[in-house]
């Protein structure tokens, strides 16, 4: 069960409105690495995890910050669009949705929402539940999370240094550090996870059914020999059951394919079937 407190987790609260800047912290609410991913990404995680315990909990704690995140990210937006759009032409002051085209801001803002937040990224395209993942796999999913979350401070990070507005960098100075203790979380998870696991996923499955001939081969299949200085490429695996071997020249193990003819019902290009009279 959730329920919500009405306090925003932290203040988001401009110096001014400014539609522009609230189409570009589009992205970070409902983009690809935005809040509302890393928020279903963690509690479908937690959802979908079949054993109680620690891990189960800190997907929840952290998924439902994630959802204070949103909503402090849709307040900012909707008061950066307070009084918008505000169109520099006069013809353009008129029309609302003309004002908002010229203006750079997200036409949508102004005729869809209502001057409020969207599910969309900066470029107005939906979120999709496509972009999380949530396989089962504790060391699978929190290694997308460090993803997800290098990302996300990756792209706070780059609005930061975008406006000047005061209160817009408070909020994300808070949210890039949240992100940094996000990060340092699931890597400090993994770790313990990792220890008692290993690091290669699955690490159940059983070891005399995989190809083990090829399992520590680094191919070099690009011109040049440079990732050959990798570690990567030499010395003990990072799951510490052999030694990485690099390949300079990569065999081929399969032969040329010959694909049989198709039937004839497909009317692909076949030169086993000789074409109909007229």
Same mark, same amino acid.
């Given at each position: 069960m959730f329920y919500h407190i009405k306090e925003?987790?932290?203040e988001a609260k401009p110096e001014r409105p400014d539609p522009l800047f609230a189409r570009r912290l589009q992205e970070i609410l409902g983009g690809q690495y935005g809040? %509302?991913?890393?928020?279903?990404?963690?509690?479908?995680?937690?959802?979908?995890?079949r054993m109680e315990g620690k891990y189960k909990d800190l997907l929840y704690d952290v998924g439902t910050e994630e959802l204070a995140h949103v909503e402090m990210l849709a307040t900012m937006i909707a008061r950066l669009l307070d009084d918008a759009p505000a169109g520099t032409l006069e013809e353009a002051a008129e029309d609302p949705a003309m004002a908002a085209i010229i203006g750079g801001m997200n036409p949508q803002h102004a005729i869809v929402s209502g001057l409020g937040a969207m599910p969309q990224d900066s470029n107005g395209n939906s979120w999709t539940a496509d972009y999380i993942g949530a396989s089962g796999n504790l060391i699978a999913d929190f290694r997308a999370n460090v993803m997800a979350?290098?990302?996300?401070?990756l792209q706070a990070t780059r609005l930061y240094e975008m406006t000047n507005d005061r209160g817009v960098k408070d909020m994300l100075s808070f949210l890039i550090a949240r992100d940094r203790m996000h990060q340092n979380m699931w890597l400090a998870a993994?770790?313990?996870?990792?220890?008692?696991?290993g690091v290669v996923v699955p690490s159940t499955f059983p070891s005399n059914q995989e190809l083990k001939s090829v399992a520590y081969d680094f191919y070099n299949l690009s011109r040049g020999g440079a990732s050959a200085e990798g570690r990567w490429a030499s010395g003990p695996s990072m799951d510490g059951c052999a030694y990485f071997h690099y390949v300079p020249n990569p065999p081929a193990y399969g032969n040329v394919p010959a694909l049989e003819p198709a039937p004839p019902?497909?009317?692909?290009?076949?030169?086993? %079937?000789p074409p109909q009279p007229c």
């Open positions: 925003l987790q932290f809040e %509302i991913s890393v928020a279903m990404q963690y509690l479908f995680q937690g959802f979908n995890l979350e290098s990302q996300g401070r993994l770790q313990e996870l990792e220890e008692r696991e019902y497909t009317f692909n290009t076949n030169f086993h %079937i």
